[in-house]
């Protein structure tokens, strides 16, 4: 795979945005999993930089924290942090970047409903492994699993994809970016 120099920077500053991002973080008494904002990041990634990049700089995130840099949520890091609550949410970032942005590529102008529809479908991604995910590692029915780490985050997250989406028309209006 060969990459541009805007593309690899791309991918480093989705990287660093989405560390950054999941450093807002507050634990919520009714979830096991923090509310971060590093969705936002997430969703940028893909509608911004594409299916390629945005999957990519997820990728680079993740394999950061695996080895020991604290970029999860608490300035965690280490494989005990994919293995706790929040690991499948974590663990489905890429899948959620590729979705937003493939589906949010299909027209050469893409609409902020698009932009929409195709962050609630990467957010979708994102809820069923994680949600199968903290059922698994809290030993816990799959409806608990879906109350406290699907139910509680709905209406946030959705504020989070209709800002992500917003700010992804207006950075790609005025920037030109190259990605696939």
Known sequence: MKFKTSELTLIALFTALTAALSQISITLPVSPVPFTLQLIAVFLSGAVGGKKVGTLSQIVYILLG???IPVFAGFRAGPSALLGPAGGYIAAFPLAALVSGAMGKTQKAPSFFLRLCSMF????????FGSIWLSLSQ???????LITGVAVFIPLDSVKIMFASYVSLKITSHVRVHSG
């Open 121 to 128: 479908a990467g957010l979708a991604c994102i809820y069923f």
């Open 66 to 68: 695996v080895v020991g």
């Open 139 to 145: 030993d816990i029915s799959i409806l608990s699993a």
